[in-house]
């Protein structure tokens, strides 16, 4: 079953991505300020602090009121948190900077985008050095509406939280029958969430960053913490302004770390009564029944039903009948394996998200930072309740294969796992895309340092000769038998796009990449040749290092070539064009070897290249471009069959009667 993955783009420092309807645009040259659109509708979301700077004697703001505004930082720490099937997360933390560039505070906002037409956002503003700011005026997020309009059914409201507004929304109608509504849990008090602070290490599942940003205390964190505090509508030509307001029109004295935090849901792009349900739903939670593991509480966070699992045994969780009919999200943690996760929704398969801590804590009082690397530690998976019985989400851990999202990776690391393994087959990064570290089962030390899995051109120059800004990734196998994806990019202009089709197949006794590598032209491509293939073996070009000591050139039809890479390397046999299928060694190394086969060009008769570099020993395989340039609309793919396999006592006679089985077979026969 196959399910395409909401994922972001980059352009520079800004992210973006669409995730159902809803269009997403964090900006990092403005605070990593958010736009959302859908349809005719866009609103632009950011914090607003008022206050009296006293930052600097002489500075031209000493004494006066100044707005401090999430924009004002062009240089804020965007991470993503979670891309896949099921939801796209995003962390932004920003400074806090008035207009002459004074730092008071930070800003804290995440979001958790859902396709069906619901957002979720976890707030955070602190202030720190309260002699900077004697006098706090104001503090919001504010929620402008363009394009569409919209209206509370009058003019402008205002309200406070708490008795004025019991259910906890602000419901705008547009002209169309849809809504818009700002929702809330709580007026004050957080999610919960349970700890234990006797056995370390006192969490069973680390809490949200929202729990930990500050030391305010958890029952006092929310919106209503002042008489001023409340929700407003400004009517703005065809739109408006919404605002969360915790503090306004006040004139207080900040204390010494002076916090305010805020959680919410918004709901776009659905009729007026489904809107209701939705806001209905987030705040009256079910209370599911759990076989094999434990129920733990509804995380208004993220608005997710945790369970935390009880054993490698089959585990299921059970709602009741729903008159809401409500899409519910469940995030089952404490996952025991390294092999394939399997769930079903009332007997129909699902395509959850697997998502890996990557043996990672995301705690910020502690400054330790590693690379994610784990395999799956939880799980979440979306299913629509039933309005006349019950139903009920199972999920089976068994022997084999999956691949796991590594949550707040930089590199948004996708790692396949397989039974058995303590580490990952290797690392393919949705940033660059590239699979790092490739290693055959049971190992730990890689065969390969890193392996493009994208069109380049041969030793690009530039950042437009390399096709890896992603575009579209799928994971369209998720094991038990197989990891298989889909990854599709652009290089910077657009002139051509790559399109590779990996599958990974178990094997116990190698690492199996069975890869189409497609390219098409969406503009001129002005070179003669395009590189469908590199293996980078080793991080270092120090022979010392390197753990193989020969490589094999074996085209269909033609004598073999043996190279011995510690020896002289010439370039008349260290280059060879071929046509239709060649095979491919390098031997010698004790962390497995490498084998490939280079099959079904097409057009058919599509001329290529091999060529092994003097300084890295990589292998670059490319295809003879014509006419050159090549104008757009012009296709070309590649098959290739890698392995890594054997060790160091693998013999020359081995590695070419593998070959001539393989030529043979059109298939890499180990």
Not at 236 to 258: C, I, N, V, Y
Not at 642 to 660: K, P, S
Request: charged residues 20%; hydrophobic residues 40%; contains cysteine.
């Amino acid at each position: 079953m196959t399910c395409p993955w909401f994922t972001f783009r980059t352009c520079g420092a800004t992210w973006s991505s669409q995730v159902g309807r809803i269009e997403m645009e964090c900006d990092g040259r403005r605070g990593g300020a958010l736009t959302l659109a859908c349809g005719p509708l866009r609103l632009d979301v950011a914090a607003r602090v008022e206050l009296d700077c006293a930052y600097a004697g002489g500075s031209p703001d000493f004494g006066a009121t100044t707005t401090l505004r999430q924009e004002s930082d062009s240089s804020p720490d965007i991470l993503p948190v979670e891309e896949g099937p099921e939801r796209l997360v995003l962390r932004t933390l920003y400074k806090l900077l008035d207009a002459a560039g004074h730092y008071h505070g930070d800003g804290l906002q995440e979001v958790w985008l859902y396709p069906e037409g619901q957002v979720f956002f976890a707030f955070g503003l602190r202030l720190v050095d309260s002699a900077s700011h004697p006098v706090l005026r104001g503090a919001r997020i504010e929620f402008r509406a363009t394009g569409q309009p919209l209206s509370p059914g009058g003019g402008g409201c205002e309200q406070p939280f708490g008795a004025g507004l019991p259910d906890k929304r602000l419901l705008l109608a547009a002209p169309d029958g849809s809504a818009v509504a700002l929702h809330w849990a709580a007026d004050i008090g957080v999610a919960p969430f349970k700890f234990d602070f006797q056995t370390p290490p006192f969490y069973h599942r680390w809490p949200h960053l929202f729990h930990q940003w500050g030391t305010h205390p958890w029952e006092k964190r929310g919106w209503a913490v002042d008489a001023t505090s409340g929700v407003a509508w400004t009517p703005e030509g065809t739109g408006g302004t919404a605002a969360m307001r915790w503090l306004h029109g006040a004139k207080a004295t900040p204390s010494k770390e002076q916090a305010f935090y805020g959680l919410m849901g918004l709901s776009l792009g659905a009729p007026e009564a489904e809107t209701v349900r939705r806001v209905q739903a987030h705040q009256q939670p079910l209370a599911p029944q759990v076989a094999g593991g434990e129920f733990r509480y509804y995380d208004a966070v993220d608005a997710v039903y945790e369970v935390m699992k009880g054993g490698a045994g089959e585990m299921s969780v059970t709602f009741p009948p729903d008159p809401l009919e409500r899409t519910a999200r469940v995030r089952v943690f404490k996952l025991c394996g390294r092999g394939a996760v399997l769930a079903e929704a009332d007997g129909r398969p699902l395509t959850p998200q697997l998502l890996s801590f990557g043996r990672c804590t995301d705690d910020p009082l502690v400054p330790v930072r590693a690379q994610p690397h784990g395999p799956a530690d939880e799980v979440v998976a979306t299913l629509r309740l039933n309005a006349n019985g019950p139903s009920r989400l199972l999920l089976r851990e068994t022997e084999g294969m999956h691949a796991a999202y590594q949550m707040r990776d930089a590199w948004r690391g996708v790692i396949p796992w397989r039974s058995g393994n303590r580490e990952g087959d290797f690392e393919f990064s949705l940033r660059d895309g590239r699979a790092r570290r490739l290693r055959k089962p049971g190992a730990t030390a890689e065969a390969v340092a890193e392996h493009p899995l994208f069109w380049l051109l041969h030793c690009g120059y530039s950042p437009s000769h390399y096709v890896n800004h992603l575009r579209e990734f799928e994971v369209t196998q998720n094991g038990p038998e197989a990891v298989a994806f889909r990854y599709a990019a652009v290089n910077l202009g657009e002139r051509v796009r790559s399109e590779v089709l990996v599958r990974l197949p178990w094997d116990p006794r190698a690492l199996r990449m069975e890869t189409r590598h497609a390219f098409t032209t969406l503009g001129q491509w002005e070179h003669g040749t395009f590189e469908f293939f590199d293996a980078f073996p080793f991080l270092s070009n120090d022979p010392a290092r390197w753990h193989y000591d020969r490589v094999l050139f074996v085209p269909r039809g033609a004598p073999e070539r043996r190279i011995d890479i510690r020896g002289t390397l010439d370039n008349g046999v260290s280059f060879m064009d071929f046509e239709e299928t060649a095979f491919f060694a390098m031997l010698g190394g004790a962390c497995g070897n490498l084998f490939l086969l280079v099959r079904r060009p097409a057009p058919c008769g599509t001329r290529m290249r091999a060529h092994l570099c003097g300084c890295w020993i990589d292998l670059h395989l490319d295809v003879y471009c014509s006419p050159t340039p090549l104008p757009p609309g012009v296709s070309c793919s590649v098959e290739t069959d890698l392995a890594i396999f054997g060790d160091e006592r693998t013999t020359d006679a081995e590695a070419l009667a593998l070959a001539e089985r393989s030529l043979a077979a059109g298939a890499l026969i180990l």
